[in-house]
């Protein structure tokens, strides 16, 4: 073999070493390299479930607040209605007690200042008898019809004039239609008929 032969030969076998260096530095360089990810896959009808999920539960969060708060303003309501009724009919009560008192006061009043003595009363007939107030009040103001012999009428309206001045009478229209009677020797009122204004 001549040397030009054997210089053509080593400059083959020199290629085919760096081809195959190349080669195996592409493979080498392959295995490196990363992989590519593929994007998942994501289902628009799952992920808009999803999100209407999200947002309900929001929302709820948001009528469960506005529930308690509304509750709560309303335990408050019922409360002071409560305390306002209680209040109103402690005062009510109060006021019909006083009404009480004062009409019973006024009642005891009237009897203890002026009272026609039994004796007035004596009768034979009913021209004896007239009629006039029972004690400190007309009927036109709370008080009641009675009747007396007119011979004590005059003496029986002085005894008004002096201890009735300071009465304060009920403004109660009491008037009824009647006429003075003289029943076993006394004189007294019958009503003939019910009470009217």
Not at 70 to 88: M, N, P
Request: hydrophobic share 30%; with cysteine; proline share 2%.
């Amino acid at each position: 073999m001549s040397r030009s032969d054997n210089n053509s030969h080593i400059k083959l076998s020199d290629k085919s070493t760096a081809e195959s260096d190349a080669a195996a530095a592409e493979v080498k360089a392959a295995e490196k390299l990363p992989e590519e990810s593929t994007p998942p896959k994501i289902d628009f009808f799952e992920e808009r479930i999803a999100r209407l999920v999200e947002k309900g539960k929001r929302r709820g969060r948001r009528y469960s607040k506005i529930g308690i708060i509304s509750s709560f303003l309303i335990c408050i309501s019922v409360i002071a209605g409560g305390y306002f009724l209680i209040q109103e009919v402690n005062r009510y009560s109060q006021e019909a007690e006083e009404r009480a008192k004062k009409t019973s006061e006024i009642s005891s009043q009237l009897k203890s200042k002026a009272v026609i003595h039994n004796s007035w009363k004596n009768c034979e007939s009913n021209l004896n008898c007239i009629e006039t107030q029972k004690d400190c009040c007309r009927c036109q103001a709370g008080g009641e019809q009675t009747a007396i012999n007119f011979g004590f009428l005059d003496e029986w309206e002085s005894t008004l004039k002096k201890k009735c001045g300071d009465t304060i009478c009920v403004q109660v229209y009491k008037c009824q239609i009647g006429q003075p009677e003289c029943k076993n020797g006394k004189c007294i009122f019958t009503v003939t008929n019910a009470m009217h204004n």
